[in-house]
């Protein structure tokens, strides 16, 4: 009895890997693509490093792989917007610094740059994450 409950365990949760793989911030199409920036470009610490290519150059490789919901510069700095996600990418040396982080944290950051953006402190501001246009 013991080795059919073990299978049936092994069995739901080999069913239920893709499931929560789909539901990881690389499966919604409104996150930065997290894993692919991972795959793609050195890791720094909690940051990632391209050595040779711009700032511009290394958002457009990064909107390619998923489309922004919004996009701004700031001197030399290229920023997206993904629902509750910002990427920031600056001059690093000879090449670029990407950085991940919370909308929120990143507005306040760089909001200088960001004058168009929704500020995530009003009371109109949705974020993009789960439930958003209700």
Not at 7 to 33: H, K
Not at 111 to 129: A, K, M
Request: aromatic share 8%; with cysteine; hydrophobic share 30%.
């Amino acid at each position: 009895m013991n080795s059919a409950r073990l299978v049936r365990a092994a069995v739901a949760a080999m069913l239920a890997a893709p499931l929560l793989a789909a539901c990881s911030s690389d499966g919604d199409s409104n996150a930065a693509p997290r894993e692919w920036i991972k795959k793609t470009y050195t890791a720094n610490g909690a940051d990632w490093l391209d050595p040779d290519s711009t700032p511009s150059e290394v958002a457009q490789a990064i909107r390619t792989e998923r489309p922004e919901l919004d996009r701004a510069s700031g001197g030399t700095m290229e920023f997206l917007r993904y629902g509750d996600d910002m990427v920031t990418v600056s001059p690093y040396r000879s090449g670029s610094l990407i950085e991940i982080e919370d909308y929120r944290n990143g507005y306040h950051r760089h909001q200088q740059h960001l004058t168009y953006w929704p500020n995530p402190n009003s009371s109109s501001f949705r974020g993009g994450g789960p439930g958003e246009g209700k």
